[in-house]
């Protein structure tokens, strides 16, 4: 009878390799995840050999373990055989790890074949034993041995898989060693369930089977075999932890070198690296977007490639400079500066360079930014901020800056600079008869001619309205004359617009720095009396700047004061010129002109300061005491008389442009008491040729009953299309015209204006007659009323009650 025991240290062992090889195969399989080609293959192969090896080794140390009263031997080529289907089984094991196949089914094939293979490997290991006695094995527990065999398949799959699923998770070493536990005791269980099955009978016969390739004695191989297995797996081991060691520093590498791609290659700045040759090694693609290189066609080609040429050798000079003295400005300032793109265009650019040296080696990075926007966008807000949206031209913020600049740098090379002033001629008239768009064509047209005149150094800005300014940097008297005399010419030149042909002219002022100032606010004011003092001098001419010039700045600021005391100090007064009917010679109104009695230069004439007080905006206050004071006086006149008398009250365009003017002719009405058909206002041609704001306004006039008059008809523009427009009721006729009746042209113009205004029912009156011919000619003309010298000059309304009362058609009748 054969017996059989166990070693139980072997049998210890064995469980120990079994569980030592599960733990080292779940470690490899983690590898499997992170692992990518050829080195994925190596752990895949290394995964097959030690788990195959483990588990042989389990294995054929347990046989080892069981000790038989019999002599027992073991066939090498059959346990090499055994080997052969371990390491199969656990390379399909790791093959399907490393597939990635989780379906049912896979994990499913998968177990049989491995499962197949161990079951093979320890049978055919048993069957390797050389021994006199057979094997008779217990079917059900043979049985078991293969499902166990294939559920520890399974078992041992699932692992592999979770744990290269889970490599990452916190808690993996705790649950790879248990897990190991579990996958060694089942591989362990499967074995000895086999051991189990097996019924050993002696054959009694001394006959041993015949050796292939000799025996080998077991008892120290099983301790060879587990240290050598330990050892084999403790290398497998150490090489995992020294992989994943060398892969966590590489994927901490890696990760920073990919932060440092994506960021570099992915920056919104273009980022280049060149050599100390200043020849590029990397270009990003922010470089390659902003100057049209791609990262093939510029690595290689030197930095100078994407600069102006005209930059080129500073550039050059200042990185030669660094390399040859270690000494440089350049690292880490930001400047600003010209780009060339790949098509030839230039950009604005803002350039930031960094020195970088490795031992001996020299590089240069360069971050770069396209600022063409935003220099666009700075040119836009410049072009809000300093120039004149009608004309594109300086406005008074850049030239008051330039002309500051200016000055300080002639003062440094003492040498002359010019203001001059430049004011339109009449261009009011144009602007108001023919419209603003005719009058901002005229203002840029006059803006180019201008230009053309003058060289690059010299800056024109518009000052505002028709004006414009000019500086002159270093000049001399003459060359600013021969200036002023080229835009003269230029500014006479015929205008055209919308089929109308307009000749202006311009009027200049121009002082000179050092001498006729050092300050800017200085010479431009000097420049704009100079302006005003060639008006006086006819208009269309220049006038240099003299010192007694400061004398009319004196008097003009005295005069202003002046003007604002007159009312208080009541200093103003009416004189009335009586309008007499042609036909009769009685008297049917009288127009009301002020006078300015000043206390130290006595009587002050209306063309002197009514202009200064339109300027001022006194106009409005002055105007409403002077309609209030003619209103009262004719309704005293009109008490005397026992009768109606007109009053006619000259109004200025800012009065009639009063919000609330009609109410102020209402009040005035009312508190005098006047009839509304007593009053006449006179309006000049420049009221009524905005007839969106003059219609409404006088139609609410007409509606009270105030009379309206047309005054000096005939000197402006467009003067037809007022007498249909609007609701007139008179008709002045300009002195110039009755001065010239001798004239056949102003005979005829007279003429027509008389012919016209009678169709109409338009009231006329003549200004200006002197003479008795002048007289008879109007009567022949069917003209219906005058005034002037004839009659009566302008007298106080003392003087005017004498005349009143001694009105008894004493004119002889024409």
Not at 417 to 439: E, P, Q, W, Y
Not at 516 to 533: P, Q, W
């Amino acid at each position: 009878m054969i017996t059989a025991e166990y070693n139980v240290p072997l049998v210890m062992l064995s469980v120990a390799i079994a569980i030592f090889s599960s733990y080292t195969a779940l470690s490899l399989a983690s590898r499997l995840q992170s692992a990518k080609g050829k080195l994925r293959r190596v752990w895949l192969s290394a995964g097959a050999f030690s788990l195959g090896f483990g588990i042989w080794s389990m294995h054929f140390i347990a046989m080892l373990a069981f000790h038989l009263s019999i002599e027992v031997s073991y066939n090498i080529l059959l346990v090499a055989l055994s080997i052969i289907l371990a390491v199969l089984a656990s390379g399909i094991a790791f093959y399907i790890v490393s597939k990635g196949l989780t379906k049912r089914r896979h994990m499913l094939i998968g177990a049989f074949f491995i499962g197949s293979g161990i079951v093979s490997m320890h049978y055919i290991g048993m069957d390797a034993m050389q021994m006199e006695a057979t094997i008779v094995y217990n079917q059900f527990l043979l049985i078991t041995s293969f499902v166990i065999a294939f559920l520890t398949s399974w078992v041992a799959l699932y692992l592999l898989f979770y744990f290269q699923k889970d490599s990452t998770r916190l808690s993996l070493r705790v649950r790879k060693v248990i897990s190991s536990i579990i996958m060694g005791v089942a591989i362990s269980g499967m074995h000895y369930t086999g051991m189990a099955a097996a019924d050993f009978s002696s054959t009694h016969q001394h006959h041993m089977m015949p050796e292939m390739g000799g025996t080998i004695n077991s008892t120290i191989m099983a301790y060879a075999v587990g240290v050598g297995m330990t050892f084999i797996l403790g290398i497998v081991l150490s090489s995992i932890y020294f992989d994943r060691r060398l892969q966590m520093k590489s994927s901490e590498l890696e990760f920073i070198d990919n932060i440092y791609q994506n960021f570099v290659m992915h920056a919104s700045d273009a980022v280049i690296l060149t050599d100390k040759n200043d020849r590029i090694i990397s270009w990003n693609l922010a470089a390659e977007t902003i100057f049209g290189y791609t990262v093939e066609e510029a690595v290689g080609l030197v930095i100078e490639t994407i600069i102006p040429e005209r930059y080129r050798e500073e550039h050059r000079e200042k990185v030669t400079s660094y390399l040859h003295t270690g000494h440089t400005n350049m690292n880490g300032k930001t400047v600003e500066l010209l780009g060339l793109k790949k098509d030839g265009t230039e950009l604005s650019i803002e350039l930031s360079i960094s020195i970088l040296k490795r031992e001996d080696e020299t590089y240069f990075s360069r971050i770069i930014r396209d600022i063409s926007e935003r220099k666009k966008a700075e040119e836009q807000i410049n072009e809000l901020v300093y120039r004149d949206p009608l004309t594109e031209l300086p406005n008074r913020r850049l030239f008051n800056n330039y002309l500051s600049k200016s000055i300080e740098q002639t003062s440094i090379d003492g040498q002359m600079l010019a203001v001059m002033f430049i004011d339109l001629d009449r261009f009011k008239n144009i602007n108001d008869s023919l419209g603003h768009a005719t009058g901002d064509s005229l203002l840029k047209v006059v803006a180019r001619r201008m230009e053309a005149c003058i060289g690059r150094k010299d800056m024109l800005a518009r000052q505002g309205g028709d004006e414009y300014i000019l500086i002159f940097p270093r000049t001399s008297h003459k060359e600013v004359a021969n200036t002023a005399q080229a835009i003269l010419k230029s500014i006479n030149q015929p205008f055209f617009h919308e089929q109308n042909e307009l000749i202006i002219s311009g009027s200049i002022g121009i002082s000179m720095y050092p001498e006729d100032g050092l300050e800017a606010e200085t010479l431009v004011k000097h420049a704009d009396l100079s302006m005003y003092r060639a008006k006086e001098l006819g208009k269309n001419n220049y006038q240099f700047f003299t010192k007694d010039m400061n004398e009319i700045i004196a008097n003009k600021m005295n005069l202003e004061l002046g003007l604002r005391k007159a009312l208080i100090n009541e200093e103003f007064e009416l004189y009335y010129q009586p309008q007499v009917d042609v036909g009769t010679g009685k008297i049917k109104g009288m127009e009301a002109l002020i006078r300015w009695q000043h206390p130290e230069h006595g009587l002050v004439p209306p063309n002197q300061f009514i202009p200064l007080a339109e300027e001022t905006g006194l106009i409005i206050p002055i105007g409403k005491w002077v309609m209030q004071t003619a209103c009262e006086q004719a309704k005293k006149w009109e008490i005397m008389l026992h009768r109606p008398l007109r009053v006619s009250v000259n109004i200025s365009a800012l009065q009639f442009q009063q919000i609330d003017f009609t109410e102020v002719v209402k009040e005035v009405l009312e508190t005098t008491r006047l009839p509304a058909s007593s009053l006449e206002l006179e309006l000049t041609e420049s009221i009524v040729q905005d007839p969106e704001h003059a219609l409404p306004v006088m139609n609410q006039l007409k509606e009270m009953g105030v009379l309206l008059s047309l005054d000096d008809f005939g000197t402006g523009y467009s003067s037809l299309s007022y007498l249909r427009s609007f609701p007139l009721d008179t008709l002045k006729i300009d002195k110039l015209f009755i001065d010239n009746m001798n004239d056949v042209k102003d005979d005829a113009i007279v003429r027509t204006i008389i012919s016209m205004a009678n169709s109409l029912e338009l009231n006329v009156i003549a200004e200006g007659v002197e003479t008795v011919d002048q007289l008879t000619s109007l009567a022949g003309k069917a003209c219906d009323e005058y005034q002037g010298y004839l009659f009566s000059k302008p007298v106080p309304h003392q003087d005017l009650e004498k005349i009143l009362q001694a009105n008894t058609s004493t004119m002889p009748v024409i």
